[in-house]
């Protein structure tokens, strides 16, 4: 019998911060789940690193280098348990973070993924703020047309939902995870855990930090498509959807925010009161300015 969860960590050259975001999980207070950390071909300390940790639950993938959505790929196929949790090797993990989520989607039988608050922090330790995540399904699907709500590494989802969308995508590298929330959203609920149950490192090698501009066009591009389809838009409404979100709230014009109000939020897929409220919010600031 495999364990409840697997969880997919994939590196390149992490030795800074490596050993912190392993010594995270083996401290969590849920046991039953394995580590598969795929090694995407470093050249560093890192399978040194690796090597000294003799723990049966610890499973390391060597691959030749081929970057972060192959190896997150090849942790979903090689994963031995229904539930997938992430955590990136230079993010933390919160001792009770796996017990957590599971005693939330085992509430939820139609739940298909589970996420949590994060605390985001730079290499000093010094805390750089905070993620404030969706609570409905109505407004995570609004959110996705526009910005990824979703830290990944505070993720807990079913490995048969997650593979049977697609997976992550190698086109969208950079975004992979915004894309396939969008896709998942679709086949059931997803769950939000108020608890601030991941740290988030923020450090100049980061991904994210080293590949922005690349990130961004993905993200336009990814959250023009959810509008199309969370809100059954034609392509150019939904590119304009799409801008409109990303604009703040003092940069709108009321001719195109009443548009929004009226074409497009009306035909969003799941509706709640968190969204209502969002959209009153941003309405009330626009009026003010």
């Known amino acids: 019998m495999g364990p409840l969860i697997s969880i997919i960590m994939p590196v390149w050259n992490g030795e800074k911060f490596l050993a912190a975001a392993v010594d995270s999980l083996w401290a969590q207070t849920f046991k039953d789940f394995e580590l598969l950390v795929i090694d995407d071909g470093s050249t560093d300390r890192t399978p040194e690193i690796l090597r000294a940790y003799a723990n049966p639950r610890l499973r390391v993938l060597r691959l030749e280098h081929a970057g972060i959505v192959v190896a997150l790929n090849h942790g979903l196929t090689e994963a031995r348990a229904d539930w997938i949790a992430r955590l990136d090797a230079d993010d933390i993990a919160e001792p009770r973070r796996l017990e957590l989520q599971w005693q939330a989607v085992s509430r939820q039988p139609c739940a298909v993924l589970c996420h949590t608050e994060a605390t985001f922090f730079g290499e000093r330790s010094v805390t750089a703020g905070e993620a404030r995540l969706p609570r409905s399904r109505g407004f995570m699907a609004l959110r996705l047309c526009y910005q990824c709500p979703i830290v990944h590494s505070s993720v807990l989802f079913k490995k048969n939902v997650a593979l049977a969308v697609g997976g992550y995508l190698p086109e969208e590298r950079h975004a992979e995870d915004f894309s396939l929330w969008g896709r998942m959203l679709e086949q059931g609920e997803f769950v939000a855990l108020p608890e601030k149950l ?65 074409r497009c939020a009306p035909r969003l897929r799941w509706h709640s009161a968190e969204t209502f409220g969002w959209l009153l919010w941003q309405t009330v600031k626009l009026l003010r300015k």
Do not use: Y
Request: aromatic residues 10%; hydrophobic residues 50%.
């Open 198 to 262: 991941v740290r988030f490192c923020l450090h100049e090698q980061s991904i994210s930090r080293r590949h922005i501009a690349t990130q961004q066009a993905l993200a336009r591009e990814i959250g023009a498509r959810h509008c199309r389809k969370f809100m059954d838009l034609n392509p150019a409404a939904a590119i304009r959807a799409n801008a409109l979100l990303l604009a703040a709230p003092n940069a709108r014009a009321w001719s195109d925010w009443w548009w929004f109000l009226t």
